[in-house]
């Protein structure tokens, strides 16, 4: 408890409102960095250098990369520009203002602000920060009583991260994982385990699965990416539904994206048809499951409600994205302990990697030499045991 309650108290010197006077009253020299090269992210930026300017803050200009000087030089702004890296070299500004998008451009770039001695600060625009922050006080202790139930301590270190990072929207408080996603220690899936992967996109994870020496079923709702992950599993022995998961059957409207296709309440480009996993196995005489993911887009703890019967009885390992909502950090966890209370519970935060960029990322992230390893609110995992 200790812990958790100073973790907290430390949060309330991170505020934004407090950093931002500092820089007022430290007579701070500020640059603001443009982390998506395109014209709607550098409007924010340009707006947020002159709502800096009103409140008194010495802004020196907008940083951008090397690689989006044609396309910001082309757009009215009154604020210089600046090449990072000729930025950083020259060392013109004392702070570099980050606007924290979850993009994964600002998450990496505050490395090599770091590496130059500069110091970076994620901003957000103030209903985004304050939401966050206001959410994780309002469910407290429910977030508490999530984190001393965890089974070890670097779950509850790497929860307290997330948390801190809500309050404080510095990505820097994150703790990634070190092993695969979904390969935790004790909880992954076993040589002869039934094993259900939901939302599989194109089927790597069912065939990591496969290779743990399990018999994999995989459910995947968006049409081209069953496609996809059909082929492969045709190929290397896995089974693919083209459903998703859900509490129950049902078809409903979604909209296409690649690994995040997601259900929307109406109006999606397209239809998939949803199953509760209870009737679907029975209806395959499968009676035994042993593992359970789910990456889901949302609708976790919806199809852990259709999955009631397995788990209550046959009690499946289990590791459920916990990221795509703010109440799943403790609704999951809630819901699978009502059905199981003897369920030991751990929590992983996993980094992205550069193999998700496209080509032209993929050179920026080298030219300016930054990890592999993208820090991003995504790829929170709840284990389960």
Not at 16 to 38: M, N, R, T, W, Y
Not at 163 to 180: F, N, V
Not at 324 to 342: G, M
Request: hydrophobic letters at 40%; a negative charge; aromatic letters at 12%.
């Amino acid at each position: 408890m200790r812990e958790f309650v100073r973790a907290l108290a430390e949060m309330e010197s991170a505020r934004q409102d407090v950093k931002l006077a500092s820089l007022v009253s430290e007579k701070k020299k500020v640059g603001v960095f443009c982390p998506v090269i395109d014209e709607a992210h550098f409007t924010m930026c340009d707006k947020l250098c002159k709502m800096l300017r009103d409140a008194g803050i010495d802004t020196v200009g907008i940083a951008v990369y090397e690689e989006g000087l044609e396309l910001f030089q082309s757009l009215k702004t009154d604020e210089e520009l600046l090449n990072i890296a000729v930025m950083a070299e020259l060392h013109r500004v004392d702070t570099m203002l980050i606007l924290n998008l979850h993009s994964m451009w600002g998450e990496m770039m505050y490395q090599y602000f770091a590496r130059h001695g500069i110091e970076f600060y994620f901003v957000e625009n103030d209903d985004a920060f304050y939401y966050k922050r206001n959410y994780m006080y309002e469910h407290i202790s429910e977030l508490y009583d999530c984190y001393v139930d965890f089974v070890d301590e670097y779950s509850r270190k790497s929860y307290l991260g997330v948390i801190r990072e809500g309050m404080s929207g510095q990505l820097g408080e994150y703790i990634m994982a070190p092993e695969p996603q979904y390969m935790l220690d004790g909880f992954a899936p076993r040589l002869g385990d039934v094993a259900i992967d939901a939302g599989a996109f194109d089927g790597e994870t069912a065939r990591d699965f496969l290779w743990c020496g399990a018999k994999v079923y995989s459910f995947e709702m968006d049409e081209k990416n069953y496609q996809k992950c059909k082929e492969l599993g045709d190929r290397i022995g896995f089974e693919v539904e083209a459903k998703g998961l859900w509490s129950k059957h049902e078809f409903v409207d979604y909209k296409e994206s690649g690994t995040a296709s997601s259900m929307i309440a109406s109006g999606g480009d397209c239809q998939a048809e949803m199953i509760d996993l209870d009737s679907w196995a029975m209806a395959k005489n499968i009676n035994r499951v042993d593992f359970i993911k789910m990456d889901i887009e949302g609708v976790e703890l919806e199809a852990l409600q259709g999955a009631k019967r397995i788990i209550s009885t046959c009690k499946p390992r289990l590791a459920i994205c916990a990221y795509h909502k703010w109440e799943h950090l403790y609704a999951l966890q809630q819901y699978i302990k009502s059905l199981r209370p003897d369920y030991e519970v751990a929590f992983r935060h996993y980094p992205l990697t550069t193999s998700i960029l496209l080509p032209y990322q993929k050179d920026i992230f080298a030219h300016y030499g930054l990890s592999e390893s993208i820090p991003t609110w995504c790829e929170c995992v709840l284990y389960a045991r």
